[in-house]
């Protein structure tokens, strides 16, 4: 019984390190821009390295990057972006620009993921009562702890995810860029998910 609890007490501790991860609004309008690009008076501001913990981690293992856009119009025209002018890398070839709904959903956490916590259920906490003159075991009580234990911390992950997840979607498609347009003397910002493996350097194309 004591193997039994410990294999489930070695499991539970390996579980508890792949908590639900919070999601950190990037509010693209309150970043500070290092790196920037002018093409024909339109100027291009980005940032890369914007998503952490686990949508970090889904984000590098499916080459996604998702960058914060700030772009500021100082020509003539207005300009609708993806069409007038696009984005590409520094050596000229155009950057893949991702669906929204694709990038929420390649990154997102899977809540029924931490439906393994449900492991810990039969987890149970005894107390061994002792009697006699040399203490010898005469009666053990056992308490169910992991039927409390196994779905709280199961359901709170999942309804944790649900909702970070939830928040990330909202943020990204309420800074969507793809097809709008930027009036002349205007600044737009986004958020936007390409296929890169890497931190590449970024313009504007027209």
Do not use: H
Not at 53 to 78: P, Q
């Amino acid at each position: 019984m004591k193997k039994i609890t410990l294999i489930l007490l070695a499991s539970g501790l390996i579980l508890f390190n792949s908590c639900a991860s919070g999601y950190k609004k990037i509010n693209p309008q309150s970043l500070n821009y290092l790196s920037k690009n002018i093409t024909n008076d339109i100027v291009l501001e980005y940032k890369y390295d914007l998503l952490n913990k686990k949508y970090k981690k889904k984000e590098t293992a499916n080459d996604i990057k998702v960058v914060s856009i700030k772009i500021t119009n100082n020509s003539n025209n207005d300009v609708v972006f993806g069409k007038d002018v696009r984005l590409a890398f520094e050596n000229g070839n155009e950057a893949l620009i991702m669906e929204n709904e694709r990038v929420f959903k390649t990154i997102k956490q899977s809540p029924a993921s931490y439906l393994w916590y449900l492991l810990l259920s039969p987890l149970q906490l005894y107390k061994t009562q002792s009697s006699g003159p040399y203490g010898q075991p005469v009666a053990q009580e056992s308490f169910p702890i992991g039927l409390i234990v196994g779905p709280g911390i199961a359901f709170g992950n999942m309804i944790g995810a649900a909702s970070a997840n939830a928040n990330f979607k909202n943020e990204l498609f309420e800074n969507n860029l793809i097809g709008k347009t930027i009036k002349k003397g205007e600044i737009a910002y986004g958020i936007i998910g390409i296929q890169s493996t890497g931190y590449e350097a970024l313009k504007l194309k027209q």
